[in-house]
């Protein structure tokens, strides 16, 4: 008897969550940016291709927003926004906070066909002022490539105001910069997740999944819908 309970509440959880997931998939993007660089020899051009993930957060008469992470859209020639119906649009940037890892793109609702529009949604964004660690949550994105196969991974919050060190090379230099306050998270974050939701077992968004440490496994980073909010908004 206790084995059939256990088994019908696994069930129930695992049915659960997938409603959940399912109920946040339409808000959810893939983000294909156009970047072009000099090439190897210092002579010309040469065109190159990067991937990310981010959330519809506001619909607009004209306009569609998007939030992201910055380093996703940053020194973007042009980017590309693909839905969850497969369809694919234009993007422009609206603004970016690079302290916060943030970018709002916008997609022009004309561009939308209509039968996309009635399948996406806006996001709901929740709050990550009482969030706990051991709290189940999900990241949900676009990883290595899968450009209109969204991936879901699940994990708990194993920390929370977390300070981490970015070493950056530049020419012949390497720039240092921190990024505080980050939920730690042991839900898988791969390339092609950064700029997409971290949510909560409510569907709501906790967090924008930015980064992952290479050097060991089961630690990401999303930086709290909090700090995100005001910026978003402004």
């Known amino acids: 008897?206790?084995?059939?309970?256990?088994?019908?509440?696994?069930?129930?959880?695992?049915?659960?969550?997938?409603?959940?997931?399912?109920?946040?998939m339409p808000s959810v993007v893939s983000i294909t940016s156009t970047i072009q660089s000099s090439n190897y020899y210092g002579f010309g051009t040469q065109e190159s291709e990067g991937a990310g993930s981010g959330f519809i957060v506001a619909k607009t008469k004209d306009n569609l927003m998007i939030a992201?992470?910055?380093?996703?859209?940053?020194?973007?020639?042009?980017?590309?926004?693909?839905?969850?119906?497969?369809?694919?649009a234009k993007a422009t940037v609206v603004g970016t906070d690079s302290s916060a890892d943030l970018a709002v793109i916008?997609?022009?609702?004309?561009?939308i066909k209509d039968s996309t529009a009635s399948k996406i949604k806006v996001?709901?964004?929740g709050s990550s002022e009482n969030i706990k660690v051991g709290q189940a949550v999900y990241a949900i994105g676009n990883p290595i490539g899968f450009e209109f196969q969204r991936t879901v991974t699940a994990g708990i919050i194993s920390a929370v105001n977390r300070t981490i060190k970015l070493e950056e090379k530049q020419e012949n230099e390497i720039k240092v910069s921190y990024m505080d306050d980050l939920i730690q998270t042991d839900a898988t974050i791969n390339q092609g997740n950064s700029g997409g939701p971290l949510i909560n077992a409510n569907g709501e968004i906790i967090?924008?999944?930015?980064?992952?440490?290479?050097?060991?496994?089961?630690?990401?980073?999303?930086?709290?819908?909090?700090v995100v909010k005001p910026i978003i908004n402004r």
């Open 106 to 111: 916008s997609v022009k609702i004309k561009d």
């Open 207 to 226: 967090g924008i999944n930015t980064v992952k440490i290479t050097s060991a496994e089961g630690i990401g980073f999303a930086v709290p819908i909090d």
């Open 123 to 125: 996001a709901t964004l």
């Open 1 to 24: 008897a206790k084995s059939e309970t256990s088994s019908s509440g696994s069930s129930s959880s695992s049915s659960n969550v997938a409603s959940v997931v399912n109920e946040v």
């Open 68 to 88: 992201t992470n910055n380093h996703v859209v940053s020194d973007a020639t042009s980017l590309t926004v693909g839905f969850v119906d497969d369809t694919t």
